[in-house]
């Protein structure tokens, strides 16, 4: 496996007016952290990831800090090089590749909500002592419960709290633009399953979140050529749902949790809704796994 320089394989991305996204990985053959597995290349640079900024004249918000300092600095950098002389952050989950370079703006405000906050004051030790570590671990320094209105420049932004993926989640919604930035409550091919005990609440904040104005959604787990071409479409809140049932229904059925990923999701990859991409095989025979164990709990 080659393993290029953090950063150096990133590429910028321009997917919808005054939003950029920064996108790494899907390269194929290659690892950047090391061959044994990691969070860095096996939860996110292998799956490919995206981070987004948005920008108007001198100020920007960015929608989490990538998957290492390099990165981070990067996306500083760009902006910086554009003019931007206010920066915000806003995270949308406590998982480490969302954080990972939150030290990079550790002197701008970071804001998240509440559970998420506590998900990292809690977690410390372990994401400080982790493969990679992230040392310091920056915390937020701006709190908030349920939502949360801002602007960047004229532009305004709705932050929302939900519970999928993970218990702490937020969105994004740019409102005017019929924009939402996601995070891993939807991804490209399949949800990554983090807390398979709550896949049923999860369920009910996706289709919450079905009953939002949006017309497009940037996740940050996804294939750069849709997220270049301006994001995905709603079928996306679909899909994931559909994944989620029958991932429920493998509790009941053993001939359907022996599936792989391509036949277990034949319907969703036929729709367009989402791609097949190999790698999420993985992913998809850790989720069942997950998801049977917590049923025997």
């Not at 597995?37 to 490919?48: E, F, I, K, M, Q």
């Not at 108007?56 to 090089?81: K, N």
């Not at 939150?102 to 506590?118: G, Q, W």
Request: charged share 20%; with cysteine; hydrophobic share 40%.
């Amino acid at each position: 496996m080659t393993k290029p320089p953090l950063g150096s394989t990133m590429r910028l991305v321009r997917p919808a007016p005054n939003v950029l996204g920064f996108y790494d990985g899907r390269v194929e053959g290659v690892r950047i952290w090391s061959d044994e597995p990691n969070w860095l290349d096996d939860g996110a640079y292998t799956l490919g990831v995206c981070t987004y900024a948005i920008v108007d004249g001198s100020q920007a918000l960015v929608y989490d800090t990538h998957i290492s300092l390099p990165h981070a600095r990067f996306i500083r950098r760009t902006l910086e090089e554009m003019g931007v002389t206010s920066i915000r952050v806003v995270l949308s989950h406590w998982h480490d590749d969302h954080i990972a370079g939150n030290e990079a703006f550790e002197d701008c405000e970071i804001i998240a909500n509440t559970l998420t906050a506590s998900a990292l004051e809690r977690g410390r030790a372990d994401i400080e002592g982790g493969n990679p570590p992230i040392k310091p671990l920056v915390l937020p320094n701006r709190t908030f419960e349920n939502s949360l209105s801002l602007a960047v420049g004229t532009i305004p932004i709705e932050l929302r709290q939900v519970e999928i993926h993970s218990h702490d989640g937020t969105v994004l919604l740019m409102p005017d633009a019929g924009l939402l930035l996601a995070g891993d409550t939807l991804e490209d091919s399949i949800t990554y399953v983090s807390e398979p005990e709550r896949l049923g609440e999860h369920l009910i904040d996706l289709e919450r979140m079905a009953g939002w104005h949006f017309d497009r959604i940037l996740p940050n787990h996804g294939s750069v050529q849709a997220i270049e071409a301006g994001g995905y479409d709603r079928s996306l809140i679909a899909a994931t749902q559909a994944y989620v049932r029958k991932l429920l229904a493998c509790r009941q059925d053993p001939d359907l949790a022996k599936q792989d990923l391509r036949t277990f999701g034949a319907e969703m990859f036929a729709t367009t809704a989402v791609e097949y991409f190999a790698p999420y095989e993985t992913v998809h025979r850790q989720n069942v796994e997950a998801v049977i164990a917590a049923n025997g709990q």
